[in-house]
T-cell receptor, first 113, second 111 residues
Framework: EDQVTQSPEALRLQEGESSSLNCSYT??????LFWYRQDPGKGPEFLFT???AGEEKEKERLKATLTKKESFLHITAPKPEDSATYLC??????????????FGSGTRLLVRP | NAGVTQTPKFQVLKTGQSMTLQCAQD?????MYWYRQDPGMGLRLIYY???????DKGEVPNGYNVSRLNKREFSLRLESAAPSQTSVYFC??????????FGEGSRLTVL
């Protein structure tokens, strides 16, 4: 069964304290892995797409990496405005033409000043 | 640029009542989706529409129906609401690179 697991469930950091969030997945064939940011009371906002092992993407203080079994979202010198829930989702190859994402439960990040 | 717009933002229903959640996107996307989000369970796909005129079941379709009214609009209907349908509902459309654009969500409570 296709599955996505994110860890930790919650993470508290001091401003400037770098860390990483993990997304491990088991799918029959990975078509793409997506990272989203979700602020309280809002819909998820797209951050990155990764397609193959070894690929990396960066945006400001965030860097996403991908291996054959997991993805990491590295946060360098975080600021309080980086506080949010970060969601990981995978798209598996489907026999039909459907496009379905499997989401993890997310990591709630709190960055204290 | 509005993106994906959902209405209503909040709704309280009694068990057995019906209602429709409305969704519209102005990005000319072909594919649209309805998800529900519950604490600790992540986003789960209810129904999706790969293109105008087609709809398909997702992971948790029971108790819901959908209508793809035109390319812009995709509605979700609860015919007889149950407390288990208390959730936050998100509509999304898919961009050309595969990314999803989400609405702000509709928070539904069924008493």
């Amino acid at each position: 069964e296709d599955q996505v697991t994110q860890s930790p469930e919650a993470l508290r950091l001091q401003e400037g304290e770098s860390s990483s969030l993990n997304c491990s997945y088991t799918v029959s064939g990975l078509r793409g892995l997506f990272w989203y940011r979700q602020d309280p009371g809002k819909g998820p906002e797209f951050l990155f797409t990764l397609y193959s092992a070894g690929e990396e993407k960066e945006k400001e203080r965030l860097k996403a990496t991908l291996t054959k079994k997991e993805s990491f979202l590295h946060i360098t010198a975080p600021k309080p405005e980086d506080s949010a829930t970060y969601l990981c989702a995978v798209q598996a190859f489907e026999m039909d033409s459907s496009y379905k994402l499997i989401f993890g439960s997310g990591t709630r990040l709190l960055v204290r000043p | 640029n509005a993106g994906v717009t959902q209405t209503p933002k909040f709704q309280v229903l009694k068990t057995g009542q019906s209602m429709t959640l409305q969704c519209a996107q102005d990005m000319n996307h072909n594919s649209m989706y309805w998800y529900r989000q519950d604490p600790g369970m992540g986003l789960r796909l209810i129904y999706y529409s790969a293109s105008e005129g087609t709809t398909d079941k997702g992971e948790v379709p029971n108790g819901y129906n959908v209508s793809r009214l035109n390319k812009r609009e995709f509605s979700l209907r609860l015919e007889s609401a149950a407390p288990s349908q208390t959730s936050v509902y998100f509509c999304a459309s898919r961009g050309s690179s595969g990314e999803l654009f989400f609405g702000e969500g509709s928070r539904l409570t069924v008493l």
